[in-house]
């Protein structure tokens, strides 16, 4: 029961994660029909920009704070450097592009930080804590791994159902010809939505440093997971973004569990065929095939 | 960007739209031929003719959407090149679509929301910080989102997603959408089509109440529409003006009943 009940928590934590980097992949699909393959090295040169500001032993929310900005400005800059001249060209192209600058930006990591593996101090113990006299597999900073996505969830709800910028950003997003003849600037508003994306990714990237190892490729098998919450899910919503990352987390946790952890990638695939020979749309589609 | 106050201050000549000799071919075929006419605010304009005759191409030349070949389009005294497709609802110019045009992902009241985005005065930077004034400008504009699907009285829509509404109801809350700005010129894409009869006299009563308030430009080839509810007619056959004026005028014009009536056959070997 204790098993049960650790390995419950541990992939609660871990799908929260996975949840924070399916919205990423969410946002940017939703608004522009891209996967964006550099969603993981973009969080993980954000993660090392925190580790450099804690190794001049700057306080944690300071880097934190940094971290998260970085990838806002990370973000913009992709969409505006590398994915601006790419639209109305073939589909394909901007997925190439995000797979070569996954490469590039591991490489830049790699080449300024070192390929090493470095941890990364957390903000609370990674102790697990005891509850009566049970000692749990579940730590203060698990409780801030839960607590800090669910904000980001919350506040992209907020953003997204009830500000005007949220508005135009689904209008854009769902129907980009008629918001521009509405006076929408459509192109600013795919500017915003891939600074957010990056926004989750960055979160994702330090939450998860912590708990793996800081390395230029730390982010990899993270994003396969985050991109099978986000199919999961059904790529369109947020909220089945959300409920994706916690059914892979709690998934991949209980076949590592009880089945070895060698079993987690294979799982992590089977689970995915399941579902997706299930509901091919994924389980929160909110559109049946919608092609642009 | 100003606020489009200061954009809306300038030069209110009585001539707000003008359409100087426009020429639009493609590929050697003139689709539009020196077509000129201009349209004043507070009139209702209608532009008309038999299929082919160039209408639509009048619209999305006055959209931005073609170029045309020759020829100026001015509005209120500045003429309009190399505006992005953007720019022309933040210049006081809204549209509708032929067919509805309605986003479907959104709310009736959040579609009109989004037709708003002219008169919203928040930047993207306080609405990502959400500042309170970001929540009073969102509330702000609900309400005269909800105010300009009142006058088209389909408020009770509102909350409801416009896929699973009735084409005519669709119809009033794309006209809504494009009203709820305070623009001072609408293009309508043929409001008419889809409609039946007694809506079409509805949509009449609604075009001839926005008479004074702004000007309103209608391409449309239901002719019942046209003569009751336009101020002035502008009649295109085969890419060219052949009569303008009032709706008695131009009925009595015989080149428009030939061209209705499809008479002569030189006129239609002249144009093929």
């Known amino acids: 029961m204790t098993l049960f009940i650790d390995l419950t928590l541990n992939g609660l934590t871990y799908g929260l994660i996975y949840a924070a980097v399916a919205l990423g992949l969410v946002l940017i699909w939703r608004a522009t029909r891209v996967i964006n393959f550099a969603q993981g090295a973009l969080a993980t040169l954000t993660t090392y920009v925190a580790a450099t500001l804690l190794d001049r032993s700057l306080n944690y929310w300071v880097a934190f704070a ?105 209008a854009s997003a769902f129907a980009p010809e008629v918001a521009r003849l509405l006076g929408v600037r459509v192109g600013r508003l795919l500017t915003v939505g891939w600074a957010l994306a990056t926004f989750a990714g960055a979160l994702a990237g330090v939450l998860v440093a912590p708990l793996l190892l800081l390395s230029p490729n730390m982010m990899d098998p993270v994003l396969v997971y985050g991109f099978a919450a986000a199919v999961l899910g059904g790529l369109d919503s947020p909220v089945g973004a959300l409920v994706g990352g916690v059914l892979t987390g709690l998934g991949i946790s209980y076949i590592g569990g009880y089945l070895g952890s060698s079993m987690e990638t294979v799982g992590a695939a089977v689970l995915l065929v399941v579902v997706l020979s299930i509901r091919p749309e994924g389980l929160f589609a909110a559109a049946k095939a919608r092609r642009v | ?37 201009s349209a004043s605010s507070g009139e209702v304009l209608g532009v008309i003719g038999p299929n082919g005759a160039g209408k639509t191409t009048v619209f999305n030349v006055v959209c931005g959407f073609v170029r045309p070949s020759s020829g100026r389009i001015v509005w209120r005294g500045r003429e309009l090149r190399h505006q992005r497709p953007y720019q022309l609802a933040h210049l006081g110019i809204a549209r509708t679509l032929q067919g509805v045009g309605l986003i479907a992902g959104l709310s009736a009241v959040e579609n009109v929301m989004v037709g708003a985005e002219p008169i919203a005065r928040t930047g993207v930077l306080s609405g990502l910080l959400g500042l309170p004034r970001s929540a009073g400008e969102e509330r702000r504009l609900r309400a005269r989102s909800l105010e300009a699907l009142e006058r088209l009285g389909v408020a009770e829509f509102a909350e409801q997603h416009p896929r699973a509404l009735p084409y005519p109801v669709q119809k009033k809350i794309a006209i809504a959408r494009a009203l709820v700005a305070g623009p001072e010129l609408v293009l309508m894409d043929e409001p008419a089509s889809g409609l039946s009869s007694g809506e079409i006299a509805e949509l009449g009563r609604l075009l001839t109440s926005l008479r004074g308030e702004m000007g309103v430009l209608i391409v449309e080839h239901n002719m019942d529409l046209v003569m009751a509810t336009c ?17 008695a005028e131009v009925q009595a014009n015989p080149a428009v009943t030939e061209a209705y009536l499809g008479a002569s056959v030189e006129s239609e070997s002249a144009g093929a």
Do not use: C
């Open chain 2, 231 to 247: 101020d002035r007619i502008v009649v295109l056959d085969f890419g060219k003006v052949i009569a303008a004026g009032t709706p």
């Open chain 2, 1 to 37: 960007m100003p606020p489009p106050e200061a954009k809306r201050a300038v030069n209110r000549s009585a001539a707000s739209l003008e359409v100087d000799a426009v020429t639009v071919s493609f590929g050697g075929l003139s689709v539009l031929d020196e077509v000129s006419f």
């Open chain 1, 66 to 170: 940094v971290a998260l900005a970085a990838g806002l400005i990370f973000g913009a800059l992709t969409e505006r450097v590398f994915m601006r001249p790419l639209y109305g060209k073939p589909e394909l192209n901007p997925v190439v592009v995000t797979i070569g600058l996954l490469i590039l930006v591991e490489s830049v990591a790699g080449a300024i930080w070192g390929s090493t593996d470095r941890g990364l101090t957390p903000a609370f113990s990674q102790l697990g804590l005891t509850v009566g006299h049970t000692y749990l597999d579940f730590s203060s900073f698990d409780i801030f791994i839960l607590v800090s996505v669910l904000v980001l969830m919350g506040l992209m709800l907020v953003l997204f159902r009830w500000t005007s910028l949220g508005l135009k950003m689904r």
